[in-house]
Every structure is written in C-alpha cells, then in structure tokens.
C-alpha cells in the first residue's frame, strides 16, 4: 500500500499523547461554555417554555412548568447547558477529529472529509429546526391541548425538555442520512441504479423505521420522519453524483 505522501510513522504512545491533547482541547471549552450556560439556565428555560407555548397555540394559554421532585430543575437545567455546549463544541470536535485524522487521508479523501463536514452540520440545523418549529409544536399540540377536555395537564418541565431535545437531536441526525447514503455509493457497498429500481422497497422501510425512531404516540411525528427521509433518500441520489 503506498503510503501518505508527508505522513510520519510515529510510535503508538505519540498518538495516545496527541488524542489526549485534542481531547482536552474540546473538553475545555464544552465545559467551561456549560458553566456559564448553566448560570442563564434559568433565563434560557424561560425563554424555550415561552416560546414553545406560542409555537404550540396561537392563543395564549396558561402552562405552568411543574416539577415532581426536588432535583428536577437543577437537572433540567445541567441538561439544557451541556445541550447549549455541545451545540457550539460539535464544529470543535469535527475540527480536531479532521487535524487527528487528516494527515493519514489522501487529498481526494481530505476534499470529502472538507466537503461533507459543513454540509453534515448545515443538515443537522436543518433538521434540528424542523423539529422544533413543526415535529415539536404537532405532538404537544394533539397530546397535550386534546386532553384539556378531560383533565387538567400538567406538564414536567424535565420530560417535556427531555423529549424536545430528543425530537431536536433525533431530527438533526434523521437528517445525516444521505451523508450516509453518499458513503455507501461512494465505497460501492451499494448501486445507484439498484437504488432507484427498488424505491417502493425503501419507502416502506424508511416508514417501518420511523414508526421505531420517533416517540410520539399521535403518529403525526412518524409521518412527518417518513416523508422527510423519503425526501431526503431521493435529495441523496441527486446529488451522489456530485461526490
């Protein structure tokens, strides 16, 4: 096998040393980003709460955050502040795992790696949105604002921030599927041509897979993840050509 041009071979322990270093260099920042994170948790919480009430009903409708014991909000906000930090440290992390690795790649394996980093977090945003402005706003809605009728909700501030934020993080690597499709036609582990034969074959797939990732028991998330990876399976054979 040739070998990288401008690659050293450098011993075991030289490595476990540079990972250590690059390691740190993302743990600081994420830590000291929750911290301060953590200080306007409360603020951040109100502001999420709000906001996802107005998103949810266009009428204002009183929703108390209610609590169930006494650690509760402290964890609600611990999780908020890592999700804050992780948020702004990921481009970090793509960063040092690109400097780690990059000296082993080849320059038409470092123009892909440069090419579907960027794209892969603009796709995260994109469904990390998403979710929130639409997934989110739908499940409460037919969950939550239906059931007034007959009981008087009353909503845990920790589930409710927890299920956002698995909707958020879900939606956002939903939306690393055709990164995950190019790679496959790219390292031939699969056939464009094959691909489009079969399309009622995957859509039913992708639909049996978004009933097993979505927690919503209205469906309306479910559909919302089908028609969105059936989107996304078809975005992903157009541009595979392009890679």
Not at 3 to 18: C, I, R
């Amino acid at each position: 096998m040739n070998a990288v041009p401008g690659d050293e071979e450098l011993p075991l322990v030289e490595h476990v040393k540079e990972l250590r270093s690059r390691m740190i260099i993302i743990a600081v920042p994420i830590v000291i980003i929750t911290a301060v994170a953590f200080l306007f948790s409360g603020e951040l919480l109100q502001l999420i709460w709000e906001q996802a009430l107005k998103l949810i009903w266009e009428e204002a409708i009183p929703m108390p955050m209610v609590i169930y014991s006494p650690m509760e909000l402290l964890m609600t906000k611990l999780t908020l502040s890592l999700a804050c930090a992780l948020f702004f440290g990921i481009p970090l992390m793509m960063y040092e795992a690109f400097m780690f690795i990059g000296k082993g790649l080849y320059e038409n394996e470092k123009r892909f790696f440069i090419k579907v980093v960027p794209l892969s977090f603009i796709l995260f945003s994109v469904g990390a949105a998403l979710a929130y402005f639409v997934a989110v706003p739908l499940m409460f809605k037919y969950t939550v604002f239906y059931s007034m009728d007959v009981a008087t909700p009353q909503v845990s501030v920790i589930k409710t921030i927890y299920t956002m934020i698995t909707l958020v993080v879900g939606f956002g690597l939903i939306f690393q599927f055709p990164l995950l499709l190019i790679f496959a036609l790219k390292m031939d582990l699969l056939k464009l041509e094959a691909l489009k034969r079969k399309r009622k074959i995957i859509y039913g797939a992708l639909l049996a897979v978004s009933l097993f990732i979505s927690p919503d028991p209205t469906i309306l998330s479910e559909l919302i993840v089908a028609a969105v990876l059936v989107i996304l399976f078809e975005f992903s054979l157009m541009v595979a050509r392009f890679f």
